[in-house]
């Protein structure tokens, strides 16, 4: 007889999943904190039940949120990677001449900007901005132009999100961080609610990178890929997802660009 529990996650699946969906793919997101995951909420949900009214039942996908550097091992596994990441760019997996894997249109644009401390801010241009400084990264994640440097002419400690390193800032744990605009922007909110000093903060006027959001998936997805091709492609322009990304705090294109 089957226990109990793995009865109610059985049919709980099976109630998730669209009548007459063929193929439920794992959606995999590795940004654990806002806006991408918040509480019950968040970025990463929205995004799958957005993709998942318009494959209309012909794949469904299903949200995983894991640590980057468990992404990276799934992704890298000899046997092949199966499913779709979410959120990710070249550059962040090291597959910036897209060689390795399927990279879908980029369906959010997004830029990386350093965040100091006001009484202290890093005004970067270039590696020698950063000579002597702590930088407060996330596990996991890649940092081209920074990596390069860490333990040899700056320090680098680790923290499992963007929220987490804004408060060692705060509280003078670490020099600089590097975060996506977009988060920092909605991180506002939570950072006023625990009376952390925004005013002690200072984002660089510059971004130190500039990227778009893609689909990532095996090289050999075939008919995936080319779903979720055609919906990305689309959705910097459609009504739906454009409201999406501006409650994030994300930046769209412009109306007359979509006429």
């Known amino acids: 007889?089957?226990?109990?529990?793995?009865?109610?996650?059985?049919?709980?699946?099976?109630?998730?999943?669209?009548?007459?969906?063929?193929?439920?793919?794992?959606?995999y997101n590795s940004y654990?904190?806002?806006?991408?995951?918040?509480?019950?909420?968040?970025?990463?949900?929205?995004l799958v039940r957005y993709v998942n009214r318009k494959l209309e039942g012909r794949y469904t996908l299903q949200l995983v949120s894991l640590q980057r550097r468990q992404l990276n091992q799934l992704m890298e596994a000899s046997g092949g990677f199966d499913g779709v990441a979410l959120f990710l760019s070249p550059a962040f997996i090291g597959d910036v001449p897209r060689k390795r894997f399927h990279w879908s249109p980029p369906f959010l644009d997004d830029s990386n900007v350093i965040v100091s401390r006001?009484?202290?801010?890093?005004?970067?241009?270039?590696?020698?901005?950063?000579?002597?400084?702590?930088?407060?990264?996330?596990?996991?994640?890649?940092?081209?132009?920074?990596?390069?440097?860490?333990?040899?002419?700056?320090?680098?400690?680790?923290?499992p999100d963007a929220m987490s390193n804004l408060r060692k800032l705060a509280a003078g744990q670490a020099d600089f961080t590097v975060m996506p605009l977009s988060a920092f922007r909605y991180l506002r909110r939570q950072m006023d609610r625990e009376k952390l000093p925004l005013g002690q903060l200072h984002v660089g006027d510059k971004p130190f990178s500039q990227f778009g959001r893609h689909f990532v998936l095996a090289r050999d997805a075939g008919a995936l890929a080319a779903e979720l091709d055609k919906?990305?492609?689309?959705?910097?322009?459609?009504r739906a997802w454009r409201r999406i990304a501006l409650r994030y705090h994300f930046t769209v294109a412009d109306a007359d660009a979509c006429r």
């Not at 400084?133 to 923290?159: M, Q, V």
């Not at 919906?231 to 459609?238: E, F, L, Q, R």
Request: hydrophobic letters at 45%; aromatic letters at 8%; proline letters at 9%.
């Open 118 to 159: 006001i009484d202290n801010p890093v005004l970067y241009h270039g590696a020698a901005s950063l000579v002597g400084l702590r930088f407060a990264g996330i596990y996991g994640n890649r940092y081209p132009g920074i990596d390069e440097y860490a333990g040899k002419s700056l320090t680098r400690s680790n923290a």
């Open 1 to 27: 007889m089957a226990r109990p529990h793995l009865l109610l996650v059985f049919c709980s699946a099976l109630a998730a999943a669209p009548a007459g969906a063929d193929t439920i793919v794992k959606a």
């Open 32 to 46: 654990r904190g806002p806006p991408y995951i918040d509480g019950k909420s968040g970025l990463a949900p929205d």
């Open 231 to 238: 919906i990305a492609a689309a959705m910097p322009c459609d």
